[in-house]
């Protein structure tokens, strides 16, 4: 009876999550279709998501398709590596950098990853007596990125215009604060020692990105409302000049948890960067 009882149990458990799986893929239809029909030349309606917290993989891949080139990125909050927006393009044959300030994190990924001249991986905790350093030392190595996407859930904002002021990225991935919808301009106050709590303290506004960004364009923000990416104006020509209110996605987070496939791991990246 007992192991009847355990049975009956699991099979709930699995047709719940079967029901919660079709129920986000239904309403992620839904949102496509109203934001294909304010917005139908929006990249976020490409989006997908292969290693990605969402549907970033596919948006990225759009942007660039747009664009028509790119090969190198940096990747500041990079995780553990087993889901971020970078993952997918060292696949499709990209070089870059990974950066992340927790060390178990950069531990897993370098006990997991080869050495290899496509990928450095890099343990720090960056501020703004840092940063500076870290980007050309990048450049020295990769040159300017077309790529940098920016997620440390607190100073994002700070050490993003930091950034900026040594790299030239051709488009830029950041996480916004998705309670904040335009005109709303917020930041997290600089600290050096800032860590997230899990509350709604965290990196800055879409409108704040805007105003610190005069050089990019917003092109996007991914259908879950955590990240909105920016186009470089030389590059943005290829992109309709949506506002910032008709492109902002409110908090959905509940669509991260869509699965797709089976779960993530190393070992296709580890055979594309050359491990034996």
């Known amino acids: 009876m007992f192991r009847r009882s355990r049975r009956g149990e699991f099979k709930r458990m699995l047709e719940e999550t079967q029901l919660f799986q079709i129920a986000i893929h239904t309403e992620l239809r839904a949102l496509k279709a109203e934001m294909a029909a304010r917005t139908p030349l929006n990249p976020a309606l490409k989006g997908f998501k292969a290693y990605s917290q969402f549907d970033e993989d596919g948006i990225i891949e759009e942007i660039f398709r747009r664009i028509g080139h790119g090969s190198t990125f940096l990747e500041i909050g990079c995780g553990d590596g087993l889901e971020n927006n970078t993952h997918y393009l060292l696949l499709k044959g990209w070089s870059g950098m990974w950066v992340d300030g927790a060390s178990k994190n950069i531990e897993k990924a370098r006990a997991h990853l080869p050495q ?161």
């Open 116 to 276: 290899s001249p496509r990928l450095e991986i890099v343990q720090r905790m960056l501020d703004l007596t840092n940063i500076g350093d870290l980007c050309k030392s990048y450049i020295a190595r990769f040159g300017q990125p077309d790529f940098l996407s920016v997620d440390i859930d607190g100073n994002d904002l700070h050490i993003l215009k930091a950034s900026l002021a040594v790299l030239r990225p051709t488009v830029i991935c950041v996480e916004y604060a998705a309670k904040l919808a335009p005109p709303i301009v917020a930041a997290v106050a600089y600290d050096p020692a800032h860590v997230w709590t899990g509350d709604d303290y965290h990196g800055a506004s879409v409108q704040a990105y805007v105003d610190v960004l005069p050089g990019y364009r917003l092109v996007a923000c991914n259908l879950c409302g955590a990240n909105a990416f920016f186009v470089h104006n030389d590059a943005a020509q290829p992109f309709a000049s949506y506002s910032p209110a008709e492109l902002f996605q409110p908090a959905r987070f509940h669509l991260c948890q869509m699965k797709v496939g089976h779960p993530p791991s190393y070992k296709f990246l580890a055979a594309a960067l050359g491990a034996k």
